[in-house]
């Protein structure tokens, strides 16, 4: 039987998802060739590629005048190519939230090109909160926020509206819940959480933003050689681009984003009224922040932990040790991973008050 996987990333990903894959290593598309070892210029695989490009704009209703990109380097190359492609050579400013680790690596990059204004921040409450009310001063080259914090269970319930370019990190919600991304300017991603296995970057932006900040990009951190290059640059990361393939498959076939956010707000309501409910627990983050796919708690009485994870562990549940900057524990319950699991991990839960409290 497999393990409930709460892992926050890489993550669970569908089974029939993962058994098409391990086939597709060993036979691709009747070619009695593995998917590893053909072209990425095959025709087989560009119909992966456009596949999944469409198997997106349909998902997340992309409008046109956008591109879905595949790159590689992980939302932290993200970090970069935003601020080289989207802040000004000369007197380039950015606006920045600072709303958690990765929300201050994206800073600590944009800094190498320009000025960042941090316009929230909830930092001194160990980013346990999402700030509002911020002003985004004018003369802003783009805005940047972070939709979900991963490693604090946060998450942004609204969108502001800025006089700028919108930009955001979805790496941890993305395909969980409905955006509409004509909102944004730029969204970026790893696919290691609601969308793939860790290698490929999606990246969706409106083309008519690009070419105006006066750099001279190097040509595979320039956003205009991947729309130019349909994303085949260089050799792409076939595997990953594959597997979110399948994945944007099984989420389309299932009933799309809108399924898996009722979905996705079913677990989360499960556990945060147990962590409510429960006195031997309490939740780390604000409860009108709390975040649908990672959901972060501790132990009232540290004297329970080794109790606790032995009884989690008995019942098959994996993943669930908090980062080490909040401690305690974080369920993270992306797409793939079904309402049955959350039960389980619930139910030690209330078994745990029983036994101790
Ligand atoms: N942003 C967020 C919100 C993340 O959760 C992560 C990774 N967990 C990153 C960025 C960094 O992503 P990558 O490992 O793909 O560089």
Redesign the pocket.
């Known amino acids: 039987m497999k393990a409930h996987n709460f892992s926050?990333?890489p993550c669970i990903l569908p089974p029939e998802v993962l058994r098409q894959a391990s086939e597709a290593v060993i036979n691709f598309d009747g070619l009695n060739l593995s998917l590893l070892e053909i072209s990425h210029r095959s025709k087989n695989f560009v119909a992966v590629v456009e596949k999944t490009q469409a198997l997106i704009k349909d998902l997340l209703d992309v409008p046109a005048g956008y591109s879905v990109l595949f790159v590689q380097?992980?939302?932290?190359?993200?970090?970069v190519m935003v601020a080289l492609n989207l802040m000004k050579k000369d007197g380039g400013k950015a606006a920045y939230t600072d709303t958690?680790a990765?929300?201050g690596?994206?800073i600590e990059e944009a800094k190498r090109q320009g000025e960042v204004v941090v316009v929230g921040s909830s930092k001194d409450k160990n980013y346990n909160f999402i700030p509002k009310g911020y002003e985004v001063p004018v003369g802003m080259d783009y805005f940047h926020c972070?939709?979900?914090?991963?490693?604090y269970g946060t998450q942004m319930k609204e969108f502001p509206k800025v006089d700028t370019l919108m930009v955001c990190?979805?790496?941890?919600d993305i395909m969980s819940r409905k955006v509409n991304v004509a909102d944004f300017d730029l969204i970026y991603a790893?696919a290691?959480?609601n969308m793939g296995p860790?290698g490929a970057?999606i990246v969706i932006v409106k083309d008519e933003i690009l070419g105006k900040t006066g750099r001279d990009i190097p040509a595979y951190l320039n956003y205009k050689t991947h729309i130019s290059k349909e994303s085949m640059f260089n050799t792409p990361p076939v595997f990953s681009i594959y597997v979110m393939m399948l994945t944007m498959q099984w989420l389309k076939d299932n009933g799309g984003v809108e399924w898996i956010e009722e979905v996705n707000r079913q677990k989360a309501e499960l556990i945060y009224n147990e962590i409510d409910r429960n006195p031997l627990f309490k939740g780390t983050a604000e409860v009108e922040d709390r975040s649908t796919m990672n959901a972060c708690f501790l132990l009232n009485d540290e004297s329970h932990t080794e109790t606790f994870n032995e009884m989690w562990k008995a019942a098959g549940v994996s993943g669930i040790n908090g980062h080490r900057s909040v401690g305690g524990y974080r369920a993270s319950m992306y797409n793939a991973l079904p309402l049955e699991s959350v039960q389980v991990l619930v139910d030690v839960m209330k078994e745990l008050e029983k036994k101790v409290g």
């Not at 972070?146 to 490693?151: H, K, P, Q, V, W």
């Not at 990190?169 to 941890?172: E, G, L, P, Q």
């Open positions: 926050a990333g380097g992980g939302a932290s190359l993200e970090f958690g990765w929300a690596k994206a972070t939709s979900n914090n991963t490693i990190d979805m790496s941890s790893g290691q959480k860790a970057t």
